[in-house]
T-cell receptor, first 115, second 113 residues
């Protein structure tokens, strides 16, 4: 079975600093997508960033970037210039190509940005 | 509509009652997914549809859970004879194509008392 592991249940960072959230996954597939989702206190699920496994270049979206290490099956999220609005639960997820697009989520990392 | 709409937002039901949760995906989105999220956990896959066809129901916990999407648009997740352990947030998501990014609804918070 596919699994996604987020080993940091909670993290905190000072406003304007940089923080990295870890994610590892276990898959026998060669083709898949990887995602980071943000869940603020409102409990919405908001897509932060997406990576296709066949692309070697790391995805970036403004202050958010990933470090994708395919051989190590690692997909960490870096948040630069942290803002108070970044306070949320962050979920890493994988989606193998051959499973119809279903997402397999990790347990989440609760991030607190402190003023 | 502009987003994925789920109703009701909150549902409190007595143990043993049946409940129906509704999801109205983004117009034109082919794929529709149902997830269940317990407090403090990541969402868990339940089932998904392409158009009106249910493609994978491997995540449905038992035969009390069923889902349909008869016209390839609105979907209903039905839980029969609810139990307290069914209490959770039930989320629906839709996508235009696989892997393109999924838009989630606000969820239905189900509480079984």
């Amino acid at each position: 079975a596919q699994t996604v592991t987020q080993s940091q249940p909670e993290m905190s960072v000072q406003e304007a600093e940089t923080v990295t959230l870890s994610c590892t996954y276990d898959t026998s597939e060669n083709n898949y997508y990887l995602f980071w989702y943000k869940q603020p206190p409102s409990r919405q699920m908001i897509l932060v960033i997406r990576q296709e496994a066949y692309k070697q270049q790391n995805a970036t979206e403004n202050r958010f970037s990933v470090n994708f290490q395919k051989a190590a099956k690692s997909f960490s999220l870096k948040i630069s210039d942290s803002q108070l609005g970044d306070t949320a639960m962050y979920f890493c997820a994988s989606s193998p190509y051959n499973q119809g697009g279903k997402l397999i989520f990790g347990q989440g990392t609760e991030l607190s940005v402190k003023p | 509509g502009a987003g994925v709409s789920q109703s009701p937002r909150y549902k409190v039901t007595k143990r043993g009652q049946d409940v129906a949760l509704r999801c109205d995906p983004i117009s034109g989105h082919v794929s529709l997914y149902w997830y269940r999220q317990a407090l403090g956990q990541g969402p868990e896959f339940l089932t998904y549809f392409n158009y009106e066809a249910q493609q994978d129901k491997s995540g449905l916990p038992n035969d009390r859970f069923s889902a349909e999407r008869p016209e390839g648009s609105i979907s209903t997740l039905t839980i029969q004879r609810t139990e307290q352990r069914d209490s959770a947030m039930y989320r629906c998501a839709s996508s235009l194509i696989q892997g393109d990014g999924y838009t989630f609804g606000s969820g239905t918070r189900l509480t079984v008392v």
